[in-house]
């Protein structure tokens, strides 16, 4: 028998597949349906002070190679969104809660109403690529990252995972950054920052022009990132981009990951892609005589 | 690929004050109930479904609502519009004896089902309803195609005085149906269901809707139910499993919204 079973900081995982956040994770139904198609652990729509409608459509379009979107940050707020996870309560697997805020004292406010509200631990999101003064315009600065990292660690008792962007000067520089603010893990890589134009109409196709990139394509980059990152910060990883087969999660999981998160994916091998990358991941480990996830992690490094 | 198409809008006819239809050449098969995404440049893109299908000839009907659809209304015939679809699950029509119950732009999206189940030489009765007579459109379409038309206005300006779901409990008490399809304000949806419950039902029901591809989550309902991918159609078997359905929607920040 194989054991799918993975850690992070405190939290203990069925297996390693979690929803990323922003996929069908706005309301509880979607988060519940997600826990029954097999995920370990569900994070949560980014969620910030105040309501927010988000950007017109388009702000999501589908590529040769991926998935382009600038969905704008849409949340309906801290408070109504306790409602849904208060309706969450009886889940058994754990919630992560994302939050995004312009400075440290929103961080601050929103973990604590994560926390009070039943998030099983917290993902702190520095790396959205297009909504101004939040997400990456706060996770290129080294010094506000560990800021508001050892704010939002000072105010809570759940774990706390840093998001980060591939769109750094120096990946690890901000993951020791997180470090040091006393992050209980590193969550890499959000979506890359990247644009469509359309021939006929001459204008780029997303309402916001500018938007992220996932999908296949981005995995090499997201593979970069976590390896490097393994090497130099000492808490534990979840990998993200790209990751579509149980082939590219073990990809992940060799680069130094302890689990991943699965979004685009969605689109691609429907909502129980979580469940047949676990299956792909067992066999594969079968066939390879591995009988823990745990055995995997970091193997690339030699 | 689910990329937007610029096409050119071949036909343009006011059905009604504020209600256009737009005709454009969009090859491809499309079962009645799916829906296009359909954008504006420059706008905003929004999920409409087909209320005419003929071979490469589809068709939009909308009323003039918000920013999207009014810079919709605004377009003429040559102008250019983004598409890309045909998306979600569309109505199986089936049984010899089909009730169709149609309130406000609802009828828009009922009428090629219709027109399908008369070609199939299903019998078919449908229900219009709408708040006043002067909002009614298609009318005359669906009694050219055979069906028996039955006409409900919220004022009572033509037929049944009230709502299109009073009219077909009426009916229904009248006359046997194998199966209900419906498409409408919720509330009048809801109370359809609620008072048919052993006739097979189909409704399409609408959510503020954002990817139109199944990841945004923006219009699930029920439990993780994605209108755009598992509906628009929904049965009775899954309406009756949707605590929201019928009491609240949600904006597009998520918010909920009594219905």
């Known amino acids: 028998m194989v054991s799918l079973t993975t850690n992070l900081a405190s939290l203990t995982l069925s297996n390693p597949t979690i929803l990323a956040s922003g996929v069908m994770d706005e309301d509880a139904g979607s988060m519940k349906r997600i826990l029954q198609c097999g995920a370990g652990a569900v994070v949560t729509k980014s969620v910030g002070i105040k309501p927010r409608k988000g950007y017109p459509n388009p702000t999501l379009i589908e590529l040769e190679h991926g998935m382009l979107n600038a969905m704008g940050l849409p949340n309906p707020g801290i408070v109504a969104f306790g409602e849904e996870l208060k309706t969450l309560k009886k889940v058994k697997a754990p919630i992560i809660g994302s939050i995004f805020g312009s400075n440290a004292t929103e961080f601050k406010s929103l973990a604590v109403k994560m926390q009070e509200y039943g998030a099983n631990a917290l993902e702190l999101n520095m790396s959205c690529p297009h909504a101004k003064g939040y997400g990456l315009e706060i996770g290129s600065d080294a010094t506000l990252v560990t800021k508001i990292t050892t704010t939002v660690k000072d105010a809570v008792t759940i774990p706390v995972f840093v998001k980060l962007s591939p769109n750094l000067t120096d990946i690890v520089a901000i993951a020791q950054a997180a470090e040091r603010g006393g992050a209980d893990g590193i969550v890499a890589i959000n979506t890359v920052k990247a644009m469509k134009i359309d021939l006929e109409l001459e204008m780029p196709v997303l309402a916001n022009k500018r938007g992220g990139y996932s999908g296949g394509a981005i995995k090499p980059i997201g593979i970069r990132c976590v390896y490097d990152i393994f090497e130099k910060v000492h808490i534990p990883i979840i990998g993200v981009g790209g990751i579509l087969t149980g082939r590219d999660a073990l990809e992940y999981l060799m680069a130094g990951a302890s689990a991943v998160q699965i979004g685009s994916g969605i689109y691609y091998r429907e909502i129980d892609i979580f469940k047949k990358i676990c299956q792909e991941i067992e066999q594969w480990m079968t066939n390879h005589g591995y009988k823990h996830v745990h055995e995997l992690i970091g193997v690339a490094h030699q | ?259």
């Open chain 2, 1 to 259: 690929m689910n990329y937007p198409q610029i096409i050119s809008i071949n036909k343009a006819t006011t059905e009604a004050p504020d209600i256009k239809t737009f005709l454009f050449s969009y090859p491809g098969p499309m079962d009645p109930g799916q829906f296009f995404m359909i954008w504006v440049p420059g706008i905003d893109e929004i999920p409409m479904s087909v209320s005419y299908l003929n071979g490469n000839m589809k068709g939009i009907t909308f009323r003039k609502v918000g920013d999207a659809t009014t810079a919709l209304y605004h377009l003429k015939k040559g102008d250019n519009i983004g598409v890309r679809g045909p998306y979600g699950k569309g109505f199986t029509i089936e049984g010899k004896n089909i009730l169709f119950v149609g309130g406000g732009t609802g009828i828009a999206m009922l009428a090629p089902a219709i027109e399908q189940a008369q070609q199939r030489r299903i019998s078919t009765t449908v229900i219009l309803g709408a708040k006043h007579k002067q909002e009614l459109f298609f009318e005359k379409r669906l009694q050219v195609c055979g069906c028996k038309v039955y006409v409900s206005t919220d004022d009572g300006s033509k037929g049944h005085k009230g709502y299109a779901s009073d009219l077909a409990q009426e009916v229904l008490t009248k006359e046997s149906f194998d199966s209900i399809l419906t498409c409408g304000p919720e509330p009048m949806m809801k109370h359809l269901l609620d008072n048919s419950k052993n006739v097979p039902l189909q409704a399409s029901i609408e959510r503020y809707m954002k990817c139109g591809i199944g990841l945004c989550g923006q219009c699930c309902v029920g439990e993780g139910l994605r209108v755009c991918k598992e509906g628009p159609v929904f049965t009775r078997e899954l309406l009756d499993t949707m605590s929201d359905f019928g009491r609240y929607s949600r904006d597009a920040a998520g918010r909920k919204l009594s219905l």
